[in-house]
């Protein structure tokens, strides 16, 4: 599995964000809870022109909605009519709905997630969106714990996000706080470390990083520095040959990686 040899980059070049564009690739970015990735797949779909997909929001739209049938996302036979509801009327306005974003809603969405059938039921959509993305964009990232192992197994680049239990707690309370929740920073890493296990532990497509993915460590990164790490893969990897700017190259072309 590589891992990234961290070195400064450059902002990426207009020239080099056209080839990435007129390249199409399949980004992904896998991780576990609050690890920064869906801040990094945002960022990088930004930065070249692509289209995202936060593929946890569609668990959390199934959760939110077998919760708002008084289901129990543990029990499939509750989850079932809820699946299909949300299966017909995925739109972005739906997986943007910030009330996905609440704890009761994130530990179901990890339970409704270790369903076998809800996985079935959401795999096309996402490689849909993959391989066909909406809009006038060059190609995709997506974000999630399969993405790359599962859905995606075929991706150009794929990432893998990681950082410690703490620092993920610590961001994620920060961000309950900004919403003025009553949680405690010990509920937080409590409900983390929950989630963590369940996602990790589960039969079907845990969180995972594939063999080929970058292991992006970004405890005690922030996501600007984070971006800059992701995007120097890219740009050794798929943007050299067309980049006449002068800048540091790989000799050899490939990743500034190294095999673990
Ligand atoms: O990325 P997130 O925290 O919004 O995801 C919410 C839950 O959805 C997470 O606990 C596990 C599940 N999930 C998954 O199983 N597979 C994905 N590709 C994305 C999310």
Request: some cysteine; overall charge negative.
């Given at each position: 599995?590589p891992?990234?040899n961290f070195?400064?980059t450059?902002?990426?070049?207009?020239q080099e964000q056209g080839?990435a564009?007129q390249k199409?690739?399949i980004?992904?970015?896998?991780?576990?809870?609050?690890?920064g990735?869906?801040?990094?797949?945002?960022k990088l779909a930004?930065?070249?022109?692509?289209?995202?997909?936060?593929t946890?929001a569609l668990?959390?739209a199934?959760?939110m909605?077998?919760?708002?049938?008084?289901?129990?996302p543990?029990y499939?036979?509750?989850?079932?009519?809820?699946?299909d509801?949300?299966c017909?009327?995925l739109t972005?306005?739906?997986?943007?709905n910030?009330s996905?974003?609440?704890?009761?809603v994130?530990q179901?969405?990890?339970k409704?997630?270790?369903?076998?059938?809800?996985?079935?039921?959401?795999?096309?959509?996402q490689r849909?969106?993959?391989?066909?993305?909406p809009?006038?964009?060059?190609g995709?990232v997506l974000?999630?714990?399969?993405?790359?192992?599962?859905?995606c197994?075929?991706a150009?680049?794929?990432f893998f996000?990681?950082?410690?239990?703490?620092e993920r707690?610590?961001?994620?309370?920060?961000?309950?706080?900004?919403?003025r929740?009553?949680m405690?920073f010990?509920?937080v890493l409590d409900d983390?470390?929950?989630?963590?296990?369940?996602?990790?532990t589960?039969?079907v497509a845990?969180t995972?990083?594939?063999?080929?993915a970058?292991i992006?460590?970004t405890?005690?990164?922030?996501?600007a520095?984070?971006?800059e790490?992701?995007?120097?893969?890219i740009?050794?990897?798929?943007?050299?040959e067309t980049?006449?700017?002068?800048?540091a190259?790989?000799?050899n072309?490939k990743?500034?990686?190294?095999a673990?």
């Amino acid at each position: 599995m590589p891992v990234v040899n961290f070195r400064k980059t450059d902002f990426l070049p207009a020239q080099e964000q056209g080839s990435a564009l007129q390249k199409k690739l399949i980004i992904t970015v896998d991780g576990p809870a609050a690890s920064g990735k869906g801040t990094l797949a945002k960022k990088l779909a930004d930065r070249l022109g692509y289209a995202y997909l936060d593929t946890g929001a569609l668990y959390r739209a199934v959760a939110m909605a077998t919760l708002e049938i008084g289901g129990d996302p543990g029990y499939m036979q509750d989850v079932a009519p809820a699946l299909d509801i949300i299966c017909r009327n995925l739109t972005p306005e739906l997986l943007s709905n910030p009330s996905l974003r609440t704890p009761e809603v994130s530990q179901a969405a990890s339970k409704v997630a270790a369903h076998p059938q809800v996985r079935q039921a959401l795999l096309q959509y996402q490689r849909d969106f993959a391989h066909k993305p909406p809009g006038l964009v060059g190609g995709a990232v997506l974000d999630g714990r399969d993405i790359g192992t599962v859905v995606c197994p075929d991706a150009d680049i794929k990432f893998f996000i990681t950082a410690s239990v703490e620092e993920r707690a610590k961001r994620r309370y920060a961000e309950l706080c900004d919403a003025r929740t009553d949680m405690t920073f010990e509920t937080v890493l409590d409900d983390l470390k929950t989630r963590d296990q369940r996602d990790a532990t589960r039969a079907v497509a845990p969180t995972l990083a594939a063999e080929d993915a970058y292991i992006l460590d970004t405890t005690g990164l922030n996501p600007a520095e984070t971006l800059e790490e992701a995007i120097s893969i890219i740009r050794a990897r798929f943007l050299s040959e067309t980049n006449d700017n002068g800048g540091a190259q790989p000799a050899n072309g490939k990743p500034t990686a190294t095999a673990v």
